[in-house]
Nanobody, 115 residues
Framework: QVQLVESGGGLVQAGGSLRLSCAAS????????MGWYRQAPGKERERVAT???????NLADSVKGRFTISRDSMKNTVYLQMNGLKPEDTGVYYC?????????WGQGTQVTVSS
C-alpha cells in the first residue's frame, strides 16, 4: 500500500507562484514514476506534468515555460513549481505514483488563481 500527501495549495493572484509538494510513503522499493494532474470545476482531470524513474520530465503544453516538476528521491517527494499562474490554472491538483503495479492518487490540494 502507498499513501500520497499533497500540500502547498492556496489562493494566489494572477502572475504569482506556488510550490506543491507530494510525499509518498508505504511500499516503495524503487524510484517510481510520479505525476501531477488537475481538475477544474466541470472539467475532466488532465495531466499537468510527469517525471519518470530516470528523471525525464514531460509537461502539458499549457504549462510549459511556467511550471517545473522535480523530485527528491531520498524523500520520495515530488514537487510542482508553478510560476506565472493564470486564472485558468485554478483547480484541484492531484499527484500520483506508479508503484507495485498500481497507480495511487493523493487526496488533492486546491489551487485558486484570482484575476
Amino acid at each position: 500500500q502507498v499513501q500520497l500527501v499533497e500540500s502547498g495549495g492556496g489562493l494566489v493572484q494572477a502572475g504569482g507562484s506556488l510550490r506543491l509538494s507530494c510525499a509518498a510513503s508505504g511500499t516503495i522499493f524503487s524510484i517510481n514514476p510520479m505525476g501531477w494532474y488537475r481538475q477544474a470545476p466541470g472539467k475532466e482531470r488532465e495531466r499537468v506534468a510527469t517525471i519518470s524513474s530516470s528523471g525525464s520530465t514531460n509537461l502539458a503544453d499549457s504549462v510549459k515555460g511556467r511550471f517545473t516538476i522535480s523530485r527528491d528521491s531520498m524523500k520520495n517527494t515530488v514537487y510542482l513549481q508553478m510560476n506565472g499562474l493564470k486564472p485558468e490554472d485554478t483547480g484541484v491538483y492531484y499527484c500520483n505514483i506508479l508503484a507495485t503495479g498500481r497507480l495511487y492518487w493523493g487526496q488533492g490540494t486546491q489551487v485558486t488563481v484570482s484575476s
